[in-house]
C-alpha cells in the first residue's frame, strides 16, 4: 500500500493531551492563527494541518472528499506518533472530524465541531447551490456567503480581508471539488451511536449551521454530545469570538482527565 503524503501541519504547545485542528472550506490553516496566542499550551499540543488544495498543501493532488480528509489526518496521528488524540473540525473540517471519528473510533479521545458540517451533508436549494458552486471562480460569492453566515454584522473591510485569504490560500479546483464532498455525501450511519464526547460550538448569527440544525444532527448521533451556542458570534468564531471559543473548547477537552497516549 502506497504511504499517504504528510499534511503540512504548525505544531503549537507540548502538553500531554494531543489535539488535531482542521480548517474550514475558506481557509487553511491559518484560520485558527487568531486563538493560538491564548491557548494552554502546557495541558494540550495542537497539530493545525493544511488540507489538500490548501495553504502549503495547494499543489498537492487528491480526490478532495471527506473520507480521504481522514485518512490524512490519521495519517498525520501516525507519522507525529500519537496513538489517541483529540480532533477539532471548523465547517467543513468539521465533517472531516466525524469522518475520523467514524473511522478510527478507538483513536479519538474527543471531537469539537465549530459550526460542523453534519454528516449527512448539506443539501442546498438550487439558488443557493449555484452561489456556493460558482464562489470558486467568483470572490463576490464568497463575500456573499461570509456575510449571509455572520448575520450581515461583520465590516466590509473584515468580509474584504476573509476573501482575500480564502483566494490566497485556496487552489480553485480543490475548493469547487471539496464542496461536493462536503455538502453531499452522508455518512452519518457510520457514526449514529459514537460513544466519543462530543461537543459542537456554534453562532447564534449563523442561519446556516444553527443550534437546531446540530440538535437535529450532531445531537443525535453523539450520545455523549454537548451544544454550546455563542450570542454574538456567527460561523467564523475563532475570527469572531476567540476567548469564548477557546474557553469553551479547551475546558470541553480539559473534560477527558485520562492522560495523553502519544510517543515521544
Known amino acids: 500500500m502506497t504511504a499517504l503524503p504528510v499534511l503540512p501541519h504548525g505544531l503549537h504547545g507540548d502538553g500531554p493531551h494531543k489535539v488535531i485542528a482542521i480548517h ?80 478510527a473510533p478507538g483513536r479519538v479521545r474527543r471531537i469539537v465541531g465549530v459550526s460542523p458540517v453534519p454528516a449527512s451533508g448539506l443539501p442546498l436549494p438550487p439558488e443557493q447551490w449555484e452561489l456556493f458552486s460558482a464562489a470558486a471562480q467568483h470572490p463576490e460569492n464568497r463575500r456573499i456567503i461570509l456575510d449571509l453566515t455572520t448575520g450581515g454584522r461583520r465590516p466590509a473591510a473584515w468580509l474584504d480581508r476573509m476573501v482575500r485569504r480564502s483566494l490566497e490560500r485556496s487552489e480553485v479546483k480543490a475548493f469547487r471539488a471539496w464542496l461536493d464532498s462536503w455538502a453531499g455525501e452522508d455518512f452519518h450511519d457510520q457514526l449514529d451511536g459514537s460513544p466519543v464526547p462530543a461537543l459542537s460550538v456554534v453562532g447564534a448569527l449563523d442561519p446556516a449551521l444553527s443550534a437546531q440544525v446540530q440538535q437535529a444532527t450532531w445531537m443525535r448521533w453523539f450520545p455523549q454530545g454537548e451544544l454550546v451556542e455563542l450570542p454574538s458570534c456567527g460561523h467564523y468564531a475563532m475570527d469572531e469570538a476567540p476567548l469564548d471559543l477557546i474557553r469553551v473548547v479547551e475546558d470541553f477537552l480539559r473534560a477527558d482527565g485520562q492522560e495523553g497516549e502519544a510517543r515521544a
Not at 500519537?82 to 472530524?97: K, L, N, P, Q
Open 24 to 103: 474550514g472550506w475558506f481557509s487553511d490553516r491559518s484560520a485558527y492563527d487568531p486563538v493560538l496566542p491564548d491557548l494552554d499550551l502546557a495541558s494540550f499540543q495542537y497539530a493545525a494541518v493544511d488540507l489538500r488544495g490548501y495553504g502549503e498543501a495547494r499543489d498537492m493532488s487528491g480526490a478532495y472528499t471527506t473520507a480521504e480528509g481522514a485518512a490524512d489526518v490519521i495519517a498525520l496521528a501516525d507519522r507525529l506518533g500519537w496513538d489517541r488524540f483529540s480532533v477539532i473540525g471548523h465547517s467543513m473540517g468539521g465533517c472531516i472530524a466525524q469522518r475520523t471519528v467514524a473511522t
